[in-house]
Nanobody
Framework: QVQLVESGGGLVQAGGSLRLSCAAS????????MGWYRQAPGKQREFVAI???????NYADSVKGRFTISRENAKNTVYLQMNSLKPEDTAVYYC????????WGQGTQVTVSS
């Protein structure tokens, strides 16, 4: 059974930084894309960043220049370095990994105070 375990969320002041991690446990092969999504209270889940197995990266416009996604294929792990955080970045952040099926983490809360 595959599980995605996220860590690194928390409370930070505006302008601060956090680094999220998401590691896959269990048997998961040939992960194509790894990504991060977020959901703020009362809003739909939205795309944040994605990285392919080959290293191609795409970001939501709202986080470009502030967030950096990276991955370690050998460890089935994806990271999200978040700098210059803003109150509007407050949300539950979910990691996603897509192989033959799509897997989601349980979510980690990020709260940015003004």
């Amino acid at each position: 059974q595959v599980q995605l375990v996220e860590s690194g969320g928390g409370l930070v002041q505006a302008g601060g930084s956090l680094r999220l991690s998401c590691a896959a446990s269990g048997s998961i092969f040939s992960i194509n894309t790894m990504g991060w999504y977020r959901q703020a209270p009362g809003k739909q889940r939205e795309f944040v960043a994605i990285i392919t197995r080959g290293g191609s990266i795409n970001y939501a416009d709202s986080v470009k220049g502030r967030f950096t996604i990276s991955r370690e294929n050998a460890k089935n792990t994806v990271y999200l370095q978040m700098n210059s955080l803003k109150p509007e970045d407050t949300a539950v952040y979910y990691c996603n990994m897509r192989a033959a099926v799509s897997y989601w983490g349980q979510g980690t809360q990020v709260t940015v105070s003004s």
